[in-house]
């Protein structure tokens, strides 16, 4: 495991109880339009921390599973939520090839350095299916708060520097927007695998 998500893993499984309380939400306008894209029932919840997110697709008939690396996290998806739940990190998937119509990316590639955000598209590009979807959430650059004892390694991107990413990493961008929530502002990008550019 990489050293800064060591720490960021050791964050979440501190303050699951914070988590849940207040980040535990469902964005449906925004998962509602990615699930209108899929071509078929298989999702990935990629971080899928408290398991919000995956309880909503698999209750939509969607076959989805969720990892998250905390043991915290997966446990109380499990507890509290329906779906299937993998303790997993986003940087080792032991998946399938080939192997699914979505990925549901929502606040994870916060929590990985600059430079290893190619790996991760490369590796979403070997599980997802032809034409697969993959749906991105993303605070926006802007100033943050730091607390104290947060450690989490946190990147930001801009939906230009987001979209530039994903269309040299082979995907299609489909839909993308800034939008508010809470106190900050994010990035909210579809995209679909293998059509290479705009
Ligand atoms: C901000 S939460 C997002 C949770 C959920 N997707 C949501 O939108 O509310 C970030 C999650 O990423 C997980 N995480 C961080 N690094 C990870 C990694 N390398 N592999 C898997 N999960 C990771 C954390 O455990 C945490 O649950």
Same mark, same amino acid.
């Given at each position: 495991?990489?050293?800064?998500?060591?720490?960021?893993?050791?964050?979440?499984?501190?303050?699951?109880?914070?988590?849940?309380? /207040?980040? #535990?939400?469902?964005?449906?306008? +925004?998962? @509602?339009?990615?699930?209108? !894209?899929?071509?078929?029932? &298989? *999702? %990935?919840?990629?971080?899928?921390?408290?398991?919000?997110?995956?309880?909503?697709?698999?209750?939509?008939?969607?076959?989805?599973?969720?990892?998250?690396?905390?043991?915290?996290?997966?446990?109380?998806?499990?507890?509290?939520?329906?779906?299937?739940?993998?303790?997993?990190?986003?940087?080792?998937?032991?998946?399938?090839?080939?192997?699914?119509?979505?990925?549901?990316? /929502?606040? #994870?590639?916060?929590?990985?350095? +600059?430079? @290893?955000?190619?790996?991760? !598209?490369?590796?979403?590009? &070997? *599980? %997802?299916?032809?034409?697969?979807?993959?749906?991105?959430?993303?605070?926006?650059?802007?100033?943050?708060?730091?607390?104290?004892?947060?450690?989490?390694?946190?990147?930001?991107?801009?939906?230009?520097?987001?979209?530039?990413?994903?269309?040299?990493?082979?995907?299609?961008?489909?839909?993308?927007?800034?939008?508010?929530?809470?106190?900050?502002?994010?990035?909210?990008?579809?995209?679909?695998?293998?059509?290479?550019?705009?």
């Amino acid at each position: 495991m990489k050293k800064y998500t060591e720490k960021t893993i050791d964050f979440y499984n501190k303050n699951i109880d914070a988590y849940t309380k /207040s980040g #535990a939400i469902v964005l449906k306008n +925004k998962i @509602d339009r990615f699930i209108k !894209l899929l071509r078929g029932k &298989k *999702i %990935l919840d990629v971080a899928s921390g408290p398991g919000h997110d995956t309880d909503y697709l698999t209750r939509k008939g969607f076959d989805c599973l969720g990892i998250d690396l905390s043991e915290k996290m997966i446990k109380y998806a499990e507890e509290n939520y329906e779906g299937k739940f993998e303790l997993m990190d986003f940087f080792n998937l032991k998946l399938k090839e080939n192997s699914f119509n979505g990925i549901w990316c /929502s606040s #994870a590639f916060i929590h990985a350095g +600059k430079k @290893d955000l190619d790996k991760i !598209l490369t590796d979403f590009s &070997k *599980i %997802l299916k032809k034409e697969g979807i993959l749906g991105i959430i993303i605070p926006t650059k802007q100033k943050r708060e730091k607390r104290k004892n947060d450690k989490r390694i946190f990147t930001m991107l801009n939906k230009v520097e987001l979209e530039k990413l994903l269309i040299k990493n082979g995907f299609k961008i489909l839909f993308s927007e800034d939008f508010f929530y809470g106190k900050m502002k994010w990035v909210f990008i579809i995209s679909e695998k293998n059509k290479g550019g705009r």
